[in-house]
């Protein structure tokens, strides 16, 4: 059963990382706009030729 | 520095594109990024060279109408409580999602060859995990539980707090004495599919009241106010102050209450008054914010004053018809104060019916929480939001916004529905009405001559050629003679739109109500008329209200002798013309003190404190701005069918929210007895609640459609 040692935190650990991943993109708010991105990825403006 | 902008306008995913390339060229401008779903532009400045003008003028240009935002604390505020739901509901998902984890095992474990001591553990871990989450993710039910129990209030919030405490207080009783069973599970599932219920009642919330800040937005007018060195600058109205001089140019609305310093012209009140006849004003008089100058140019000194007098008055009636709405009590909460104490005795007669068979004071107090577990009201407090979220999505497809979810219910209860005339069964502006003595080409050259002229009254007319499928496009070299109309020469032979004087045509004294608008080219000349006109559909409509049951009634402001025209026209025998909105508002609680229960329909500023003292209340979205916040719901578009949608989807949600209440009750009566009787185990206990939330979540989806929905 040593093994739990390892796979409990692991599990743990995954699923804080989850949350956190979520937490920022909260934060950052790509939720904002839900429909908006799914044209964005077809247009090239923001593509800058310096 | 940062500004947002509402935009209109906007017809497919193109439109991101052409906005923000258009703008990457304003200099000062160091972002813009258009909001897809909420129709909102949001631009970043360089602070010192801030000038939105010449951004707002390339979108002009574009086609979109912009306005900017001014004061949006309140909307912020509501956001910042929606994003706390939502990482609320996302750690009791994460914590939830561990545990249960755990709890498989546990359960495999106590079937197969889990050890204790293992066990122990994992309760240990389930509970480090689902302490602290459910502290954190079930405050919203907390605070509400506790506000509600200070107030003497019952409400969905206590029982939901006293069962998740409970079952956490003793899953770690339980723990410590090494029991084969705990709930830590349960409590969160509870919380997460609770929380789950609010984030999606805000979600909607917050749908429906971003599409009305837009569209508020969009009609705040533009004011000229005349600065001391005798320059105009144009500035939002609401940025107007008392004392400011502003100039009013004919066909343009008031944008705020003043004494007139000078000019002469005719008002149209009826967004204030009710009345459709203009009325002559000179210097001295006093105007007020929302009337419409028709022929003269007016200079006005703005009086905060005047606005507080008038404002007042009508915002203490609506305060005063408020209050007595509050007394509502929604179909959750009468369920919730009939349901808590039921509940909570039985629990406490399982505890003593076991002591009492000879249990011991453990196992009866164990079996009694799993009572209290098992009954919570995860399904009992989903069924009306998750209907209401369902209905206000289906009505928003019908060009309806509701202010609210608990608004459904009340809608669903109506039996009497009162019409303003002017704005409401009328079309709120001006269209043309007759236009006889044109032929059909000289029509359709007045409506192009039409587009070039900023008067309300021209918009009738290019409105109605475009009807007729015909592109319209603008003359070259227009000119515009403020207050007389417009002129240009089209193959070397001159046309004039306006008024009848700068056409040389003959026009009536009397004009029954209407304006007319004459148009010459070269010989060709004739009057078109303009005026008040029914939505195209309010004669269907009116009759199947009718066909339904619905006692219809008129309360208008207007003159007698036009009220009874409508009304005999759209075959409605209850109507009173001339009304105060006092009047109004006491017609409507003598009606409801005879137990008839009152949508009230208006757009005016004299129907606000009768919008608020009715059972529900609609107003367009072409309203006064005072008048849409006191009503429950808005209605935008040009037709009147959303009335009648908006009471076949009601109806249908609260028949479905009744629905889900009986399967919620249908869920309570085959899980309590086992409860009562011992055979709850934490695996029993978390497959009934998720498939009895799943079960109403999926009958909810039914509000979606009903029977006699327009297509």
């Given at each position: 059963?040593?093994?739990?040692?390892?796979?409990?935190?692991?599990?743990?650990?995954?699923?804080?990382?989850?949350?956190?991943?979520?937490?920022?993109?909260?934060?950052?708010?790509?939720?904002?706009?839900?429909?908006?991105?799914?044209?964005?990825?077809?247009?090239?403006?923001?593509?800058?030729?310096? | 520095?940062?500004?947002?902008?509402?935009?209109?306008?906007?017809?497919?995913?193109?439109?991101?594109?052409?906005?923000?390339?258009?703008?990457?060229?304003?200099?000062?401008?160091?972002?813009?990024?258009?909001?897809?779903?909420?129709?909102?532009?949001?631009?970043?400045?360089?602070?010192?060279?801030?000038?939105?003008?010449?951004?707002?003028?390339?979108?002009?240009?574009?086609?979109?109408?912009?306005?900017?935002?001014?004061?949006?604390?309140?909307?912020?505020?509501?956001?910042?409580?929606?994003?706390?739901?939502?990482?609320?509901?996302?750690?009791?998902?994460?914590?939830?999602?561990?545990?249960?984890?755990?709890?498989?095992?546990?359960?495999?474990?106590?079937?197969?060859?889990?050890?204790?001591?293992?066990?122990?553990?994992?309760?240990?871990?389930?509970?480090?995990?689902?302490?602290?989450?459910?502290?954190?993710?079930?405050?919203?039910?907390?605070?509400?539980?506790?506000?509600?129990?200070?107030?003497?209030?019952?409400?969905?919030?206590?029982?939901?707090?006293?069962?998740?405490?409970?079952?956490?207080?003793?899953?770690?009783?339980?723990?410590?004495?090494?029991?084969?069973?705990?709930?830590?599970?349960?409590?969160?599932?509870?919380?997460?599919?609770?929380?789950?219920?609010?984030?999606?009642?805000?979600?909607?919330?917050?749908?429906?009241?971003?599409?009305?800040?837009?569209?508020?937005?969009?009609?705040?007018?533009?004011?000229?106010?005349?600065?001391?060195?005798?320059?105009?600058?144009?500035?939002?109205?609401?940025?107007?102050?008392?004392?400011?001089?502003?100039?009013?140019?004919?066909?343009?609305?008031?944008?705020?209450?003043?004494?007139?310093?000078?000019?002469?012209?005719?008002?149209?009140a009826s967004l204030v008054t009710g009345e459709?006849?203009?009325?002559?004003?000179?210097?001295?008089?006093?105007?007020f914010?929302?009337?419409?100058?028709?022929?003269?140019?007016?200079?006005?000194?703005?009086?905060?004053?005047?606005?507080?007098t008038v404002m007042?008055d009508i915002e203490k009636l609506i305060?005063e018809a408020?209050?007595?709405?509050?007394?509502?009590?929604?179909?959750?909460?009468?369920?919730?104060?009939?349901?808590?104490?039921?509940?909570?005795?039985?629990?406490?007669?399982?505890?003593?019916?076991?002591?009492?068979?000879?249990?011991?004071?453990?196992?009866?107090?164990?079996?009694?929480?799993?009572?209290?577990?098992?009954?919570?009201?995860?399904?009992?407090?989903?069924?009306?939001?998750?209907?209401?979220?369902?209905?206000?999505?289906?009505?928003?497809?019908?060009?309806?916004?509701?202010?609210?979810?608990?608004?459904?219910?009340?809608?669903?209860?109506?039996?009497?529905?009162i019409?303003d005339k002017t704005?409401?069964?009328?079309?709120?502006?001006?269209?043309?009405?007759?236009?006889?003595?044109?032929?059909?080409?000289?029509?359709?050259?007045?409506?192009?001559?039409?587009?070039?002229?900023?008067?309300?009254?021209?918009?009738?007319?290019?409105?109605?050629?475009?009807?007729?499928?015909?592109?319209?496009?603008?003359?070259?070299?227009?000119?515009?003679?403020?207050?007389?109309?417009?002129?240009?020469?089209?193959?070397?032979?001159?046309?004039?739109?306006?008024?009848?004087?700068?056409?040389?045509?003959?026009?009536?004294?009397?004009?029954?109500?209407?304006?007319?608008?004459?148009?010459?080219?070269?010989?060709?000349?004739?009057?078109?008329?303009?005026?008040?006109?029914?939505?195209?559909?309010?004669?269907?409509?009116?009759?199947?209200?009718?066909?339904?049951?619905?006692?219809?009634?008129i309360l208008s402001g207007d003159h007698e002798?036009?009220v009874?025209?409508?009304?005999?026209?759209?075959?409605?025998?209850?109507?009173h013309a001339a009304m105060s909105p006092k009047e109004k508002c006491d017609f409507l609680t003598r009606?409801?003190?005879?137990?008839?229960?009152?949508?009230m329909?208006g757009?005016g500023l004299n129907d606000a404190p009768a919008l608020a003292a009715?059972?529900?209340?609609?107003?367009?979205?072409?309203?006064?701005?005072?008048t849409?916040?006191?009503?429950?719901?808005?209605?935008?578009?040009?037709?009147?069918?959303?009335?009648?949608?908006?009471?076949?989807?009601?109806?249908?949600?609260?028949?479905?929210?009744?629905?889900?209440?009986?399967?919620?009750?249908?869920?309570?009566?085959?899980?309590?007895?086992?409860?009562?009787?011992?055979?709850?185990?934490?695996?029993?206990?978390?497959?009934?609640?998720?498939?009895?939330?799943?079960?109403?979540?999926?009958?909810?989806?039914?509000?979606?459609?009903?029977?006699?929905?327009?297509?």
């Amino acid at each position: 059963m040593t093994i739990l040692l390892y796979l409990v935190p692991a599990a743990l650990g995954l699923g804080l990382l989850a949350l956190a991943a979520f937490m920022w993109s909260l934060k950052s708010g790509q939720f904002e706009d839900l429909d908006g991105a799914a044209y964005r990825i077809l247009n090239d403006d923001d593509v800058r030729s310096e | 520095m940062n500004l947002d902008l509402a935009v209109e306008g906007i017809s497919s995913a193109d439109a991101i594109a052409e906005i923000e390339r258009a703008l990457s060229v304003i200099p000062g401008l160091t972002q813009a990024r258009l909001n897809f779903t909420t129709r909102r532009l949001s631009t970043e400045w360089i602070k010192a060279s801030f000038n939105p003008s010449p951004a707002i003028s390339t979108l002009e240009n574009l086609g979109y109408r912009v306005a900017p935002f001014t004061g949006d604390a309140e909307e912020s505020e509501e956001d910042r409580y929606t994003r706390w739901l939502l990482r609320c509901l996302v750690v009791s998902g994460f914590a939830g999602i561990n545990v249960m984890l755990l709890s498989v095992s546990i359960w495999a474990g106590n079937v197969t060859d889990i050890t204790p001591e293992t066990r122990d553990l994992f309760h240990w871990l389930s509970a480090l995990i689902a302490l602290p989450a459910a502290a954190f993710s079930g405050q919203p039910f907390f605070y509400k539980a506790l506000r509600a129990l200070r107030q003497g209030d019952m409400t969905m919030d206590v029982p939901i707090s006293i069962g998740i405490t409970l079952a956490l207080a003793m899953s770690v009783y339980e723990t410590a004495h090494h029991a084969e069973h705990a709930y830590f599970d349960s409590a969160l599932m509870l919380i997460f599919f609770l929380l789950s219920g609010r984030v999606l009642d805000h979600a909607m919330r917050k749908k429906t009241r971003s599409a009305a800040a837009n569209l508020n937005a969009l009609r705040i007018p533009i004011a000229s106010r005349i600065e001391a060195d005798g320059r105009i600058t144009e500035i939002p109205s609401d940025a107007l102050m008392a004392g400011d001089m502003i100039l009013i140019a004919p066909g343009s609305l008031v944008p705020a209450d003043g004494v007139i310093e000078s000019g002469r012209s005719q008002i149209e009140a009826s967004l204030v008054t009710g009345e459709t006849e203009p009325k002559s004003v000179k210097p001295g008089d006093l105007v007020f914010a929302g009337t419409f100058n028709q022929n003269g140019a007016l200079t006005l000194r703005v009086s905060a004053a005047g606005s507080r007098t008038v404002m007042a008055d009508i915002e203490k009636l609506i305060h005063e018809a408020l209050t007595s709405r509050s007394r509502y009590v929604q179909i959750a909460d009468r369920v919730a104060r009939l349901y808590a104490p039921v509940v909570h005795i039985a629990a406490a007669v399982t505890a003593m019916a076991w002591i009492a068979v000879g249990a011991t004071v453990h196992d009866a107090l164990v079996i009694a929480i799993a009572v209290l577990i098992i009954t919570c009201p995860c399904a009992l407090a989903l069924a009306a939001p998750v209907v209401q979220v369902i209905t206000a999505g289906a009505l928003f497809q019908k060009n309806i916004l509701i202010r609210s979810g608990d608004m459904i219910e009340r809608m669903a209860e109506i039996d009497t529905i009162i019409f303003d005339k002017t704005g409401t069964l009328t079309l709120p502006e001006p269209s043309l009405i007759d236009a006889s003595a044109l032929t059909p080409e000289a029509l359709m050259m007045a409506g192009r001559l039409a587009l070039s002229s900023h008067h309300p009254l021209a918009r009738a007319i290019c409105e109605t050629v475009r009807e007729k499928g015909t592109v319209l496009k603008p003359y070259t070299d227009v000119q515009e003679i403020t207050g007389s109309g417009v002129s240009c020469i089209i193959d070397g032979v001159e046309a004039r739109l306006g008024h009848p004087t700068f056409c040389n045509v003959h026009a009536p004294i009397w004009t029954d109500n209407r304006s007319c608008i004459a148009f010459r080219y070269g010989k060709m000349a004739g009057l078109i008329f303009v005026g008040q006109k029914l939505r195209a559909d309010a004669f269907e409509v009116i009759n199947s209200l009718k066909a339904r049951g619905y006692r219809i009634l008129i309360l208008s402001g207007d003159h007698e002798r036009i009220v009874k025209d409508v009304a005999d026209h759209l075959n409605i025998s209850e109507w009173h013309a001339a009304m105060s909105p006092k009047e109004k508002c006491d017609f409507l609680t003598r009606l409801k003190d005879q137990g008839q229960q009152v949508l009230m329909i208006g757009d005016g500023l004299n129907d606000a404190p009768a919008l608020a003292a009715a059972t529900a209340s609609l107003s367009p979205a072409t309203g006064a701005d005072v008048t849409q916040a006191a009503a429950d719901a808005v209605f935008t578009g040009k037709s009147l069918v959303p009335v009648l949608d908006l009471l076949v989807l009601t109806q249908k949600g609260r028949r479905v929210m009744i629905e889900n209440f009986g399967l919620a009750l249908i869920y309570n009566l085959i899980a309590v007895p086992l409860a009562v009787f011992d055979y709850v185990t934490p695996l029993i206990a978390a497959a009934a609640m998720s498939g009895s939330s799943v079960i109403v979540a999926l009958n909810a989806l039914r509000a979606r459609r009903a029977e006699g929905l327009s297509s």
